[in-house]
């Protein structure tokens, strides 16, 4: 039996990051403490619910699914050079923490909250881990998606990664969400239309599937070309390109969100039409469950990821959430692998939500769109800039008529490219905030993650954005405020070294007889203490050293590592084991008759 080890170090970058964002809400938010308050507790641990021993930020990511998204588009697990788990369990401590604190203002007896880094990545992966089960349930695969654990090299190839280099030696991260313009940049690069249109589907898939499987003939085609020609060829079809740089640093340092009151509230705001959607309920417990936001409505008019998880996360603090679709319905619910009768990714972020159609095109469906939020708490959207004013349904049109409103706008860019800012997507901000080198260690280029890592890190600060807003106005009288957040504002979170990381092969998962491990910290900084474990003496290089673990089993290794006081965890390859394994019982709901999926479990607990 292998001996147990537990962490007994705290996860330090988590309680940072919580304790940034609360101070970052402060000065809207009522005391917490002193003569006659009672202070609010948060705590955040590194294995929460997970059976596991769990010491650092790399075991976390080894045992939750993190190194097997990551490294999937460059030939197998991998870990990210960042502490990104820690970050969003920090984001999850400082929401648990506001919501607390909305909570009680609201006559909710809740006092403690906790979370873990563990929750944290497992919510990271989460629509990844509902496609996979999904799949594993029905077997029904999709097109370019990964069917079995990865077990690829050692060393890993750029093949799934969508940058491309030039003739000039940059590398470069173009962006289109539209199939012609891809094909017009592809033909002004000397590219046959065919070809370009066999390299359309992995490029609209890596979101999904985080690869790129690009045919090689695009990319030569681009190593042919000059920065300067990319870039001609991107301004005349409208494909955003940014230069990938060597820099981990970001780029902007904007704060997480932003915070602008409404105007004063008026006694009584002006009446909307019924839009068959219930008022909002009291701040009272539902068949027995106590969360802080009950009561509460959030109405969203939100697409892909950031928008939808950012409601997600406070429909599981325990709003309700309403959806605004287009006629017929958001055409994401139909991208496969389906659960049913919807995609599992989609059910994974929205699964719960009622949903109210409406042309936003048109007069009445804009109505609508005000009628709804004149009955909420909240309207979160993450349109396009300039998309909100022309329908006139931004800020300004809605605060004066619904002084009580928090009005929540998730972006890509903020405003550090003006009126023109190139597609707000996830690879971009990556590339953007420095986080696209910070990700890689040196000895790889740079390159954004296609894990969708701003993507699930804007969600998740949108919604702190809008839990701050809700405690002041609670602090407030009743005064709504306008919120904004971005995918950048979030990667800005993300502390990174001033120059990229540089590993040994001890810092890599090493490969075992039958999967791949991860040391702990000590043995990754001390070869000598896992030589004297090896079947003989011999060099000291940590190549050396990994190649040798191939000889035994990785629950060998791992047995052998812990007698001598070191520490190491299995990598997960294969995210169906999160729906299975007794060791995420309490973290991981398997699929059942409702989602068809494997899920997180909400990942606070309050008290």
Not at 44 to 68: F, I, S, T
Not at 90 to 97: E, I, K, R, T, W
Request: aromatic content about 4%; charged content about 20%; proline content about 10%.
């Amino acid at each position: 039996m292998t001996p147990r080890l537990r962490a007994t170090a705290r996860p330090a970058v988590a309680a940072t990051i919580a304790g940034r964002l609360l101070r970052h809400a402060a000065p809207g938010l009522p005391e917490t403490s002193g003569p006659g308050r009672e202070t609010v507790r948060y705590t955040v641990d590194w294995a929460g619910p997970v059976d596991a021993d769990l010491p650092d930020e790399r075991a976390v990511q080894a045992a939750c699914g993190l190194m097997e998204v990551h490294g999937r588009a460059t030939g197998g697990p991998l870990p990210l050079a960042v502490d990104y788990a820690s970050v969003v369990a920090g984001v999850l401590a400082a929401q648990g923490a506001t919501a607390l604190r909305v909570a009680r203002a609201r006559g909710l007896d809740l006092r403690e909250v906790r979370t873990s880094v563990a929750q944290g990545a497992l919510l990271a992966v989460g629509q990844y881990l509902a496609a996979e089960t999904v799949r594993d349930h029905c077997g029904s695969p999709e097109p370019g998606a990964p069917h079995a654990p990865t077990a690829g090299p050692d060393t890993p190839s750029a093949g799934g990664l969508a940058t491309l280099d030039t003739a000039d030696d940059a590398r470069v991260e173009v962006e289109t969400l539209d199939p012609l313009a891809w094909r017009e940049f592809w033909a002004r690069l000397g590219v046959a239309p065919a070809l370009a249109g066999r390299g359309w589907l992995p490029f609209q898939q890596r979101f999904a599937t985080a690869l790129c499987p690009l045919p090689d003939e695009l990319r030569r085609a681009a190593r042919r070309r000059t920065l300067a020609e990319l870039r001609a060829a991107a301004h005349h079809t409208g494909v955003s390109l940014l230069t990938v740089g060597s820099d981990p640093a970001p780029a902007v340092r904007p704060a997480p969100w932003r915070l602008t009151p409404g105007p004063a509230p008026v006694p009584k705001a002006r009446a909307h039409p019924d839009t068959s959607v219930p008022g909002p309920r009291p701040a009272a417990p539902v068949s027995g469950a106590v969360l802080p936001l009950t009561g509460l409505r959030v109405v969203e008019s939100t697409r892909r990821v950031q928008g939808p998880l950012a409601g997600h996360v406070l429909r599981m603090l325990g709003a309700e959430v309403v959806r605004i679709e287009p006629p017929g319905g958001d055409p994401m619910r139909w991208l496969p692998p389906l659960a049913g009768d919807c995609s599992a990714r989609f059910s994974a972020l929205n699964a719960g939500k009622p949903v109210v159609e409406a042309d936003l095109t048109t007069g009445q469906g804009r109505d609508t769109v005000r009628a709804l939020a004149a009955e909420a708490d909240v309207f979160l959207h993450n349109w396009a800039p300039g998309k909100a004013a022309g329908l006139g349904l931004d800020a300004s049109d809605l605060l004066p008529g619904h002084p009580a409103l928090v009005y929540a706008w998730a972006s890509g860019f903020g405003d550090a490219f003006g009126d023109r800012p190139p597609l707000g997507t996830d690879y971009l901000a990556q590339v953007h905030s420095g986080l696209a080198a910070a990700v890689r260690p040196a000895d790889q280029p740079p390159a954004p993650s296609l894990m969708t890592l701003t993507d699930v890190l804007g969600g998740l600060v949108c919604a702190q954005g809008v839990l701050a807003a809700l405690a002041a106005r609670e602090a407030a009288g009743s005064r709504g405020s306008r919120v904004d957040s971005s995918l950048v504002s979030a990667a800005a979170l993300v502390p990174r070294p001033a120059h990229r990381a540089r590993w040994t092969a001890l810092d890599r998962p090493l490969r075992t007889a039958d999967g791949h491990l991860c040391l702990g910290p000590e043995a990754r900084t001390c070869p000598e203490a896992v030589l004297r474990l090896l079947d003989r003496a011999g060099p000291t290089a940590a190549e050396d050293l990994a190649a040798r673990f191939a000889r035994r089993t990785t629950e060998a290794w791992t047995a052998r590592l812990a007698e001598a006081g070191l520490t190491a965890t299995p990598v997960l390859t294969d995210l169906t084991a999160l729906a299975r394994a007794p060791a995420y019982r309490a973290a991981v709901a398997p699929p059942d008759p409702a989602t068809g999926h494997a899920r997180p479990y909400t990942p606070w607990e309050f008290a």
